[in-house]
């Protein structure tokens, strides 16, 4: 065997391992708009992964069809059930948003945190080492995507936009450890609204963490937990979960509550991107800008 | 034109890693486990040890950086750890080639030695805070064994492949000589 550490091994070896520490710097740093190279990459490979992961979405999808078809009975009867509620409360539903409609034309309110429009988008990869939970999908800057936007399932909000390229652009998921992972929400309490933020992921349980929560606040098992819109980039009123626990933080200033998110992580084949339609921060802020 | 194959397969491999693997990865069936598939690296692997460390550096850089740009978008964990891995292993040839059974136990260890290396990292940058207990139990020995199933499929015919690349690599070696040498004579 030849001798490993001979003197250009060895400073070869330093050289990149200080290399290796000053990309990593660099990377981990808050620049965080991709450079061009990057984008060119991301686009071109994410252009092969979406004709990859098409059909095997479809795959996946037929077999979950079969699972679905053996408690179909079950399921319908149960639908049937809610649908004759569901007549009562369409009519109700429209009764108010009339009545909200006109309230807010003798208000003259044009804008509310609730507005926003939605962009479906196919899920092309994720990275396959779980050290951090990213997804891809196919929908980029091109499209209108832009970074921090809300990405949502059917079923609930699952993350927001980390970064764009042109026709490609990833998203972090709820469940990721990033500390900067955090996102404004609030309770959905008998009458009052109890603001907190979603911060980490228990892996033992399952769980999302709401933290922050005021300590006087009162909040119950199986209350709705929602996104605030006080971020200033979500819109309000995307579903997050349902509380399972409540307890004091470590310190016993604030609450902290263990929530079970509405939406999967594991199984993503489509989501939505959120467009918010009230105007950021940062939008109102450049417009003060360039009215001084 | 054949040797165009090999930068091919690595790179279907690496897309099917991030795609149709992670569609059918077990965490979507309620499985606690985290299989980690390293079946492009396991190719870089046998590559350093068959057509020599500088090819297989050179391979394993590429495939670090398309791994760090598209899945990590942290810049370097990936690419030194592939070259640092491969690079190592490239100084066991000879014997290795030879062997079938020595060459799937180093590519599977090379994996494992990929997956430490690339856990160390993320710990110390402080990506991940996984204890040590549940990063052994819950990714690397399922990884281990997905991976290790994977090798014993592909050993054989890669390394017939690998053997016969460096057959036609001797082959031309001696034309271009035989060419040198006639040049000389005149």
């Known amino acids: 065997m030849p001798q490993f550490f001979s003197n250009k091994r060895l400073i070869v070896l330093l050289v990149s391992i200080i290399l290796l520490v000053a990309l990593i710097g660099y990377s981990m740093s808050d620049r965080r708009s991709l450079t061009w190279p990057e984008q060119f990459m991301k686009d071109s490979v994410g252009w092969v992964q979406s004709t990859f992961n098409k059909p095997a979405h479809y795959v996946a999808g037929l077999f979950e069809n079969l699972d679905e078809m053996r408690n179909l009975y079950e399921e319908n009867r149960i639908l049937k059930a809610h649908l004759d ?6 009519v109700e539903v429209n009764v108010l948003r009339r009545q909200n409609d006109q309230l807010k034309e003798a208000l003259d309110i044009e804008e509310s ?4 429009e939605l962009k479906p988008a196919l899920v092309i990869h994720r990275s396959p080492d779980r050290w951090n939970e990213f997804i891809g999908v196919n929908k980029g800057e091109q499209h209108g995507v832009e970074v921090d936007m809300a990405v949502i399932t059917s079923k609930g909000l699952v993350g927001k936009v980390n970064n764009v390229s ?16 955090r996102i404004s929400a609030m309770v959905d309490a008998e009458d009052t609204e109890v603001y907190g933020f979603i911060e980490g992921y228990d892996e033992q349980t399952g769980a999302l963490m709401l933290r922050k929560i005021e300590a006087d606040a009162k909040i119950e098992v199986g209350q709705t937990v929602i996104t605030s ?15 399972m626990s409540v307890e004091a933080d470590e310190y016993g200033l604030t609450k902290n509550a263990y929530i079970e998110p509405s939406a999967s992580f594991h199984n993503l084949d489509y989501v939505l991107i959120v467009k918010r339609g009230a105007p950021t921060i940062e939008a109102i802020m450049l417009n ?3 009215g001084d | 034109m054949i040797r165009c194959l090999l930068p091919f397969f690595i790179f279907l491999l690496f897309i099917i890693e991030g795609t149709v693997f992670q569609v059918f990865s077990p965490d979507r069936f309620g499985s606690e486990a985290i299989i980690i598939p390293r079946f492009a690296f396991i190719f870089v692997i046998v590559i350093t040890i068959f057509l020599g460390r500088t090819t297989g550096g050179i391979y394993a850089i590429v495939l670090g950086l398309f791994q760090d740009v598209i899945y990590t978008h942290v810049l370097g964990i990936y690419i030194f750890s592939m070259f640092f891995t491969a690079y190592l292993l490239g100084f066991t040839y000879k014997i290795f080639q030879k062997n079938l059974y020595l060459l799937i136990i180093t590519a599977v260890f090379g994996t494992l030695v990929l997956d430490y290396l ?5 710990f ?16 690397l020995l399922p990884s281990l064994v997905v991976n290790s199933v994977f090798m014993i499929i592909i050993a054989f015919p890669l390394r017939k492949f690998l053997l016969f690349l460096q057959k036609n690599d001797d082959v031309e070696e001696k034309i271009n000589k035989r060419k040198k040498d006639f040049r000389w004579q005149r």
């Open chain 1, 85 to 90: 509620d569901y007549a009562q409360i369409a």
């Open chain 1, 113 to 116: 945190l609730f507005d926003h």
């Open chain 1, 166 to 181: 042109q026709f490609t652009s990833t998203v972090q998921l709820l469940t990721d450890h990033d500390r900067t992972n």
């Open chain 1, 229 to 243: 819109g006080l971020g200033g980039i979500f819109p309000k009123g995307l579903l997050i979960g349902e509380v």
């Open chain 1, 288 to 290: 003060d800008g360039e």
């Open chain 2, 118 to 122: 690339v856990y160390g990292i993320h």
């Open chain 2, 124 to 139: 110390m940058v402080g990506i991940t805070n996984l204890a040590h207990e549940q990063f052994l139990y819950e990714r």
